[in-house]
């Protein structure tokens, strides 16, 4: 879908540049770039500086950058285009797990307000530095999240975390990730990306499990789960509301 958005906007000037977040590096986003066939620059974020230096709590969300190098929007949910042709979704081989069905229903609840904000992108794209969507400076700054010392204690836990996994000292991780989710409980993306990290099941749908094993819940180390947790917060509530 991206891929395709970047083909309709190129000729006017556009570019994209997509970044995957996640620890594995390579070995977990190569499979998905590859698959994509992007011709714009596929990035791989290890560290989650994304989210160090701007801000990314949840995927996707964009940045705005103009010709000159300015962030002209900060970071904010970017739903898929909607007006770009997508393949359905493929079920795994064999049955479909009753809790990946529950994963599924509660995605489908979520809320995105995608025909607002691509026809700002495209004004964005068409007009440059006088569409209105591209904020001053001022505004940018005030829309972005101070960090206070707890969120920057939970980022340094979160890289700690992440490079420990790099190093393959999984167990040692744990702990740092969970005083990451402690400190910075709005960051969607520190969660999944130690949810996506337990393997209690196997096959084609573990690494999008992200909960505990229904056979052995007492192994799951963390206090929440993709589905727990956005049951208890509402699916309403995944994205925060789009402001022009």
Not at 35 to 52: G, W, Y
Not at 90 to 106: K, S, T, W, Y
Not at 122 to 131: E, F, L, P
Not at 170 to 196: C, K, M, N, Y
């Amino acid at each position: 879908m991206w891929q395709a958005l970047r083909e309709a906007l190129h000729p006017q000037g556009f570019e994209l540049v997509t970044v995957g977040l996640d620890a594995l590096g390579d070995e977990g986003c190569r499979p998905f770039i590859e698959a994509a066939r992007p011709s714009h620059p596929s990035l791989i974020d290890a560290h989650h500086v994304m989210a160090d230096l701007f801000g990314v709590v949840n995927i996707p969300q964009s940045v705005w950058i103009d010709e000159q190098g300015m962030i002209v929007r900060p970071a904010e949910v970017a739903p898929a285009p909607p007006d770009v042709p997508r393949e359905p979704p493929q079920a795994p081989p064999g049955e479909v797990p009753e809790r990946f069905q529950q994963i599924m229903a509660e995605a489908a609840k979520i809320r995105q307000d995608a025909e607002a904000y691509h026809a700002a992108l495209r004004d964005w794209v068409a007009r440059g530095s006088d569409s209105v969507y591209a904020l001053p400076p001022d505004e940018v700054i005030a829309r972005s999240q101070p960090r206070n010392a707890d969120v920057a204690l939970g980022h340094a836990h979160f890289e700690l975390a992440c490079e420990l996994e790099r190093r393959g000292h999984h167990d040692a991780a744990i702990g740092h990730f969970r005083e990451a989710h402690r400190l910075v409980p709005e960051s969607w993306t520190f969660r999944r990306q130690a949810w996506s990290l337990e393997r209690p099941v196997d096959g084609p749908l573990a690494r999008f499990w992200q909960g505990p094993d229904p056979s052995a819940p007492q192994d799951w180390p963390y206090e929440g789960d993709w589905l727990a947790d956005i049951r208890a917060e509402g699916a309403e509530n995944y994205y925060e509301r789009w402001q022009p």
